[in-house]
């Protein structure tokens, strides 16, 4: 008996948050992707990479943190009367996102 009310349990969880995943509009997602992906590129710049190493994180820093900031511009109008989006927006509105050129 406890096994099945834990498999259920389990399954009611796992449904919960995908439910929860597919309610974002898939706009807030791509910004979501994109402000992750900024991020992560400008972690990895560090003034001893090769030049070549560089140029490549550059690039990469520059193909996801220009959408991710003016998606956060754009968004931000589109949701400021939506807590919860707006709540979210902003935890994913890292420096790398908002201090990108």
């Not at 943190?65 to 949701?79: D, I």
Request: overall charge positive; glycine content about 4%.
């Amino acid at each position: 008996m406890k096994l099945k009310t834990m498999i259920c349990l389990a399954s009611l969880i796992l449904f919960g948050v995908t439910f929860a995943e597919e309610l974002l509009p898939t706009e807030v997602e791509s910004f979501i992707k994109n402000a992750d992906a900024c991020d992560h590129f400008a972690a990895e710049f560090d003034g001893g990479l090769s030049t070549k190493r560089q140029r490549e994180i550059e690039r990469q820093v520059v193909k996801y943190c220009r959408p991710a900031q003016r998606q956060l511009r754009q968004l931000s109008k589109k949701y400021r009367d939506n807590p919860k989006i707006s709540k979210i927006l902003h935890s994913h509105a890292n420096d790398a996102v908002t201090g990108f050129r």
